[in-house]
T-cell receptor, first 116, second 116 residues
Framework: DVKVTQSSRYLVKRTGEKVFLECVQD?????MFWYRQDPGLGLRLIYF???????EKGDIPEGYSVSREKKERFSLILESASTNQTSMYLC???????????????FGPGTRLTVT | AQKVTQAQTEISVVEKEDVTLDCVYE???????LFWYKQPPSGELVFLIR??????QNEISGRYSWNFQKSTSSFNFTITASQVVDSAVYFC?????????????FGKGTMLLVSP
C-alpha cells in the first residue's frame, strides 16, 4: 500500500512566522506535489518535484518555496506566513510519465494550517 | 489549456437513490488520462479510477460506474443505491502530458451528501 504521510494534521501559526510542512512517501515515487485546497477553488498546485533537488512551480507558487533533499521527503516552506495562506495543504506522490500507473497521484491526509 | 469542469457544486440525495456526478474536460492532447478521486470528511483524497483516452468502454465496480464519452468530452460517475458512507467531495482530474511530468488538472469538486 502506498503511504504518504504529512507531519501535522492541524497547525496554528502566527503571521510572519516561517512554517515548514513535511511530506514523506514510502513508494519510491519520483514525483511529489504540494497542493492547497480552498472552498470553491478545488485543488491548486503550488509546487512539484520530479527528482531530488529538482522542482517546478505550479499554478500558485507565490509566497511558498520547497525543498527536496531526499527522494522520499518533500517540504513546503512558507517563508513569512500570512493570513491568506490559511488553507488545507495536501501532499501527493506519483511515478513519472514513462512508468506504469503514471499520473496516479497518492495523497497524504492533509495539513489544515491556520495563520492568525 | 487544460480545463476540468464539475458543474455540480453540491448534491443531496437520500440513501438508496442513484446519483450521477458530471465531469466535462477540455484538452488538446490526443492521449490523456482521466481520474476520479474521493475525499471523505477525514480529508485524504482516495484514488477511484483512471481511464485512458483510447478506452471508451464503460467501467463498473460494485455500486460505482463510469461513463466515458469522448464525443462530448465527458467522464461521468454514477453511484447506484447510494449509502451514507458515500458522502464526500468527489474530484475529477485530467492528465497534463504537455507538462512532461505527471501533473493533473483537477475540477473544483462536487460535494455529495447522502442522508439516511
Amino acid at each position: 500500500d502506498v503511504k504518504v504521510t504529512q507531519s501535522s494534521r492541524y497547525l496554528v501559526k502566527r503571521t510572519g512566522e516561517k512554517v515548514f510542512l513535511e511530506c514523506v512517501q514510502d513508494m519510491d515515487h519520483e514525483n511529489m506535489f504540494w497542493y492547497r485546497q480552498d472552498p470553491g477553488l478545488g485543488l491548486r498546485l503550488i509546487y512539484f518535484s520530479y527528482d531530488v533537488k529538482m522542482k517546478e512551480k505550479g499554478d500558485i507558487p507565490e509566497g511558498y518555496s520547497v525543498s527536496r533533499e531526499k527522494k522520499e521527503r518533500f517540504s513546503l516552506i512558507l517563508e513569512s506566513a500570512s493570513t491568506n495562506q490559511t488553507s488545507m495543504y495536501l501532499c501527493a506522490s506519483s511515478f513519472p510519465p514513462d512508468r506504469a500507473n503514471s499520473y496516479e497521484q497518492y495523497f497524504g491526509p492533509g495539513t489544515r494550517l491556520t495563520v492568525t | 489549456a487544460q480545463k476540468v469542469t464539475q458543474a455540480q457544486t453540491e448534491i443531496s440525495v437520500v440513501e438508496k437513490e442513484d446519483v450521477t456526478l458530471d465531469c466535462v474536460y477540455e484538452t488538446r492532447d490526443t492521449t490523456y488520462y482521466l481520474f476520479w478521486y474521493k475525499q471523505p470528511p477525514s480529508g485524504e483524497l482516495v484514488f477511484l479510477i483512471r481511464r485512458n483516452s483510447f478506452d471508451e468502454q464503460n467501467e463498473i465496480s460494485g455500486r460505482y460506474s463510469w461513463n466515458f464519452q469522448k464525443s462530448t468530452s465527458s467522464f461521468n460517475f454514477t453511484i447506484t443505491a447510494s449509502q451514507v458512507v458515500d458522502s464526500a467531495v468527489y474530484f475529477c482530474a485530467l492528465s497534463d502530458l504537455n507538462s512532461g511530468y505527471s501533473t493533473l488538472t483537477f475540477g473544483k469538486g462536487t460535494m455529495l451528501l447522502v442522508s439516511p
